[in-house]
């Protein structure tokens, strides 16, 4: 009986959730798999919770839609553990494998989040700030989810970034640099590959997806309490975060009115202090700070 490996992936939107699943399924493509990949994030807005789905087979693909019953989990994004709505951990079990970009341990994360499963840890964030000088994820998480997964060998891997890569438009010099930092986090990682789920794996398990019909109420607004939004933390969308050096500063409140999330307040002598709850790190502070006394620190070691 045909096996498929099921391969979710969590991230927010702007860090390459769709074009990381792509590659990955390019490159076990290009290496003789049948594969099918989509992408399910709606409207949704930078910053916010998106999952892909991926799935490669020695033969045809018979199912759609989500995938319940993952065989591996590759989450760009670790602060989407403690999102509940994400449902990163959603039909995990022990033979599952867990490919987390973070700073953290594999032991650190599953004492943390309680994970059931295989768990491997790799600091794609800081591979890709190092060697691109941007957090640019698509490529180099691609390279450590085909390593850990072994859905692909590194040949093939290459033609993928290159193809997808070159199908955006990112220019010959940009995706060689993309290369690199591929290269180290597929030399890096370990290549744990998949352990056998029983049926849950095969192309005829369960019935197609198909989409409810949804009473017409689901469709309208139905926000019935006031000022929740400030209930609604940000602080796990960062990778760098804004740190203000007093010292340095002129007080001129530039900061205080350009924030673009209302996140700088100004304490009692006209100084700013950064509400960290609510800081998405888009650094907007640091950039326009006329005497540079904002500067930004990586989030995970701040």
Not at 4 to 23: N, Y
Not at 270 to 290: F, N, Q
Request: hydrophobic share 45%; proline share 6%; with cysteine.
């Amino acid at each position: 009986m045909p096996t498929v490996r099921h391969i979710r992936f969590h991230g927010r939107g702007g860090e390459g959730v769709k074009l990381a699943s792509r590659i990955v399924s390019r490159a076990a493509f290009c290496g003789g798999s049948v594969v099918q990949d989509s992408p399910l994030y709606g409207a949704e807005r930078r910053g916010a919770p998106v999952v892909a789905f991926t799935r490669v087979s020695d033969q045809p693909i018979l199912e759609r839609g989500s995938i319940d019953s993952p065989d591996a989990v590759v989450v760009i994004d670790a602060s989407l553990l403690a999102h509940p709505g994400a449902a990163v951990l959603h039909g995990l079990d022990p033979h599952s494998l867990l490919v987390v970009n973070s700073v953290h341990t594999a032991d650190d994360l599953r004492a943390q989040h309680a994970i059931v499963g295989r768990v491997v840890t790799l600091d794609v964030s800081g591979i890709a700030l190092e060697l691109l000088g941007q957090h640019v994820l698509s490529a180099v998480v691609a390279g450590f989810a085909i390593k850990a997964t072994g859905v692909a060998a590194w040949d093939v891997l290459v033609e993928a970034v290159r193809l997808e890569l070159g199908e955006i438009g990112l220019p010959a010099a940009l995706i060689e640099r993309n290369l690199e930092a591929t290269r180290r986090a597929f030399d890096t990682a370990p290549a744990l590959g998949f352990l056998d789920r029983g049926v849950a794996g095969t192309a005829t398990g369960g019935p197609p997806f198909t989409l409810p019909r949804l009473p017409a109420r689901w469709a309208s607004p139905s926000i019935e309490v006031a000022a929740t939004s400030a209930l609604r933390t940000t602080e796990g969308w960062r990778i760098l975060r804004p740190e203000i050096r007093l010292e340095h500063c002129t007080r001129c409140c530039i900061c205080f009115v350009l924030c673009p999330e209302g996140a700088i307040e100004l304490d009692a002598q006209s100084y700013p202090v950064v509400d960290y709850a609510h800081c998405k790190g888009c650094l907007v502070c640091v950039t326009e700070c006329p005497p540079k006394a904002v500067t930004a620190l990586r989030e995970a070691a701040a």
